[in-house]
């Protein structure tokens, strides 16, 4: 396309700085003092009104989940006892969120807790493993936790000594949200 006759171009965006333009505004290098004499507010030194701002806290609160769960130990059944031997999957995303200079956190994750320990069986002392799912859980819903046993070793135990295991194994579900309600505490206090 053309220019039109009068020197100036059809776009606006593109036009010449005139000498009546507004000059260009200065990079300004931020004193010490400067940064002392602002009020406190959330986040980066440059966000200062507080604004929109996200930090990721994924390394951070999958490290912890971890560290927390496996603190849980051993717990006694009247059949036997079981404790937490690792956690084998655990995968989500938290994170810190600060809007109108105000902090919000939040977090979902779902994981595996991988279960071992020792149950009497026909007055015979059997190691048996198994696996504690949690499919998904978030920041404020701990209360609704959900939580699916599965039975590795199950090839001599009879249906009824699968079920009792299995009841047995779903009274860990009770430390484990506790745990993460420590987990949310430490969250929010980040």
């Known amino acids: 396309m053309e220019e ?19 000059p260009l505004p200065l990079p300004k290098k ?19 009104a507080g ?18 769960l496996v603190s849980v130990g051993s717990l006694e059944f009247s059949g036997g006892k079981a404790q937490i031997a690792e956690v084998s999957k655990c995968s989500g995303d938290a994170f810190l969120v600060i809007v109108r200079n105000k902090k919000r ?9 991988k279960i071992k320990g020792e149950w009497i069986v026909k007055e015979k002392k059997r190691m048996v493993k198994g696996h504690l799912d949690f499919p ?15 039975i590795s070793d199950e090839k001599d135990l009879s249906r009824q000594d699968k079920l009792q295991v299995s009841q047995d194994l779903k009274l860990f579900l009770q430390p484990v949200r506790e745990k993460l309600l420590q987990f949310e505490q430490e969250l929010k206090d980040r």
């Open 136 to 150: 998904e859980f978030s920041f404020g819903e701990l209360d609704d936790l959900q939580m699916q046993v599965r």
């Open 4 to 22: 039109n006759g009068g020197g100036g171009s059809y776009r606006y965006w593109v036009r010449e700085a005139t000498a009546d333009a507004a």
């Open 105 to 113: 956190v939040g977090y979902t994750y779902e994981m595996t807790l």
């Open 30 to 48: 931020l004193s010490p003092q400067h940064l002392l004499s602002q009020p406190n507010s959330l986040g980066s030194v440059w966000n200062t």
């Open 51 to 68: 604004t929109w701002e996200e930090k990721n806290l994924n390394n951070w609160a999958t490290h912890r989940i971890k560290e927390l």
